[in-house]
């Protein structure tokens, strides 16, 4: 079985890396859809439209089921319903990953348009747990250029963290995030971190039955696509094929 990976950049390449160690023998399809307007950017129906087609194209292509390793991407994921594989979206597995135990705050950091979905806020409160939501919007970008490291990233990463400091757990909230899971860490000390494509990658290890192989596409530049996943992950890509 044949999986396909979506994301608009380089995040779930993270996702990738850990798949491979936890199911390396499954076949994998990544496409890098940064020739669309930012998913972020788009609205639901046109996101939703949007996703739709890029499952169909995979569908096409021999994968036999979609996760959709964006957590934008995941905000409409309800809605595709009636694309020819299923497919799945990653906040279902961060949400699931919130420890039963938990009592304080949790907090929420992700792009604009995974916030204001509300998605993480329902789900949280309906488990009578305080969720505090920031909109981290500018550390992917810090993150895709290399500069996770860097003292501009921090004191970005620092003011976006600040009212989230003594919560109990943070998800983070964009595949992008976990590659600087350090500087998050060290940003707020005795919070447990979650790692929504952890338990994403358990649940997709499964099928073994595969060859391993690793098919690259993008919508966008391909230079430009193997640069971010170097510097954001230090994963080198080979061929990639646009489409």
Not at 25 to 41: F, K, L, N, Q, W
Not at 173 to 192: I, K, N, Q, R
């Amino acid at each position: 079985m044949t999986l396909g990976l979506i994301d608009w950049g380089i995040g779930g390449i993270g996702l990738l890396r850990l798949l491979e160690k936890t199911a390396p023998e499954r076949d994998v399809i990544y496409v890098s859809d940064t020739g669309a307007v930012p998913y972020g950017r788009q609205r639901t129906a046109e996101l939703t439209r949007r996703l739709r087609a890029v499952v169909t194209d995979l569908a096409e292509r021999g994968a036999t089921e979609v996760m959709l390793a964006c957590h934008s991407a995941s905000t409409v994921a309800p809605r595709l319903t009636d694309t020819p594989i299923p497919v799945g979206g990653i906040i279902d597995h961060a949400l699931a990953a919130v420890p039963e135990h938990l009592s304080g705050p949790v907090g929420v950091v992700g792009g604009r348009r995974t916030i204001g979905s509300g998605c993480y806020r329902r789900a949280l409160t309906a488990r009578r747990i305080v969720a505090i939501s920031r909109v981290a919007q500018p550390l992917s970008g810090h993150i895709e250029a290399g500069r996770a490291s860097s003292a501009r990233f921090r004191e970005d990463l620092h003011r976006i963290v600040a009212p989230i400091r003594g919560a109990d757990a943070l998800i983070l909230a964009c595949t992008h995030y976990p590659a600087a899971a350090d500087e998050f860490a060290a940003a707020l000390p005795g919070t447990l971190l979650i790692d929504p494509a952890v338990p994403a990658a358990n649940s997709l290890a499964g099928d073994r039955t595969g060859a391993g192989s690793r098919t690259f596409l993008t919508t966008g530049d391909p230079d430009d696509m193997r640069r971010a996943a170097e510097l954001a992950w230090g994963y080198r890509i080979g061929a990639v094929a646009v489409v």
